[in-house]
């Protein structure tokens, strides 16, 4: 065997063990989806509870409607990150948490942002529409989903469980309690995945 053969022979095991090393690192490391980013060093403040999805799970196509009675579902929303956030008349935390959703959707609502408030109280429409004049809403549309399905597909329980979903309709994760959702640390963790999934953005427009 004469030496360039030995060379190639040489260059061709470390390509294969370059490669081999690379797919145990991705292995370990666990890369998210959709190229999205390890964001643990933002989950903190109003976002220690915020729990990464453990699986890529796509949402579920839930109907459900709006104020006019429009039938809407979250594929509706696909390209963009969403904050979904289910809430009912009765559920104390949920009134709380309105005001801030609202002024987070008035500041950061865009063609790579949206906050959905969907209201799964099975008096219905009219009952939601009330509480969120109550509430002083004046961004978040009225959406409701009576039948609770959402809630089952996402098995959201208890009230409220706001979930992040990437701009491919995937869970990134979700919050456990009640947040200030206009927080300066939650803007600031949203603003990054909204600039870390940029790319996916373009390529669904």
Known sequence: MNRTIIIRTML????????LVAGLLLFVKGEPSGGRADFAPFLKGEL??????????????????NGDGLEKSLADYRGKIILLNLWATWC???LNEMPTLDRLKAEMASDDFDVLAVSVDR????????????????????LVDAAMELNLAFSAYPLPPPILLGRDGIEIGRVVGDTQWDAR??????ATIIEATAEEGAQGS
């Open 123 to 142: 008096a219905g429409v009219e009952k939601s529409r009330e509480f969120l004049d109550r509430t002083g809403a004046q961004h978040l549309d009225l």
């Open 185 to 190: 640390e939650v803007k600031l963790f949203l």
């Open 92 to 94: 104390a935390p949920c």
């Open 12 to 19: 061709g095991l470390m390509s294969v063990l370059a490669v």
């Open 48 to 65: 220690a509870t915020f729990a990464m999805a453990e699986e890529d799970l796509a949402a579920p196509e839930v109907m459900f409607v």
